[in-house]
């Protein structure tokens, strides 16, 4: 079993910046890719970006290319997500994921690779 616990959210203007973190418990970090989710109100929730056991590939969505990085200190049990030239159209909650089984990240771009999930961190940004 594996516990992931969000944290970062938050009310930031376009433009600005955010960096969420989430930190996990219950099994070896880097045995897990990670990856984050979001959920925007009415819509179905997407992938962000997910990131290798070892740290050295990421993989992202279009929408976030060349501003979102994603990263993982396994000496310190946790991923990142900076999030950088926020727009309004990234407003949700995200969700920080584990995936114990994929055998590479590339597989890991979708939601039905993971087996773990946090409970969410709401973001908003204002025009």
């Known amino acids: 079993q594996v516990q992931l616990v969000e944290s970062g959210g938050g009310l930031v203007q376009a433009g600005d910046s955010l960096r969420l973190s989430c930190a996990a418990s219950?099994?070896?970090?880097?045995?897990?890719?990670m990856g984050w989710f979001r959920q925007a109100p009415g819509k179905e929730r997407e992938f962000v970006a997910c990131i290798s056991r070892s740290g050295g590939k990421t993989w992202y969505a279009d929408s976030v290319k060349g501003r979102f990085t994603i990263s993982r200190d396994n000496t310190k049990n946790t991923v990142y997500l900076q999030m950088n030239s926020l727009k309004p159209e990234d407003t949700a909650v995200y969700y920080c994921?584990?995936?114990?089984?994929?055998?590479?990240?590339?597989?890991?771009?979708?939601?039905?690779?993971?087996?773990?999930w946090g409970q969410g961190t709401q973001v908003t940004v204002s025009s």
């Open positions: 219950g099994r070896t970090f880097s045995s897990l890719i």
């Open positions: 994921a584990a995936d114990p089984d994929s055998s590479d990240s590339i597989y890991a771009r979708r939601s039905a690779a993971y087996d773990y």
